[in-house]
């Protein structure tokens, strides 16, 4: 399975511009180019919260396929909002358990300059 083509494949991350750069054994990481469309501020560049939140959802889903090599749809997401992204948003994604029926990884979201945005808690159905 291709992983990283999968996740770019999928038409809403596609649409924001999430780009997963590279996933292997639990570990997955990403960006999201920011532009103005995905601002929540109409006078200066600030990412939505969603944005952060999708960013964080895929990145996290992605480290998780490297080991059940199948999709695996969100069950819950706990999300921490630290700051507003202003410029390009990065994700790394480590999983923390992987059971036979729920895997559940941890997601940080920063800024280019390695400033938390976000601290995330992603849970996923994996059988």
């Known amino acids: 399975m291709d992983i990283e083509a999968f996740f770019e494949g999928m038409p809403f991350a596609d649409l924001l511009g999430v780009e997963v750069t590279e996933v292997s054994d639990g570990h997955a990481e990403g960006y999201l180019p920011m532009r103005e469309e995905l601002s929540w501020n109409e006078d200066r560049l600030m990412a939505h919260g969603g944005v952060t939140?999708?960013?964080a959802d895929t990145v996290g889903g992605a480290a998780l396929v490297s080991l059940v090599e199948q999709p695996v749809p969100t069950i819950d997401m706990r999300i921490d909002y630290l700051e507003a992204g202003t410029g390009d948003l990065h994700a790394t994604a480590d999983v923390l358990r992987l059971g036979?029926?729920?895997g559940t990884?941890?997601?940080e979201v920063t800024d280019a300059d390695g400033t938390a945005?976000?601290?995330v808690r992603g849970v996923y159905k994996t059988g």
Do not use: I, M
Request: charged share 25%; hydrophobic share 60%; proline share 0%.
């Open 100 to 102: 036979n029926e729920v």
């Open 53 to 55: 939140f999708t960013l």
């Open 105 to 107: 990884v941890e997601v």
């Open 117 to 119: 945005l976000a601290d």
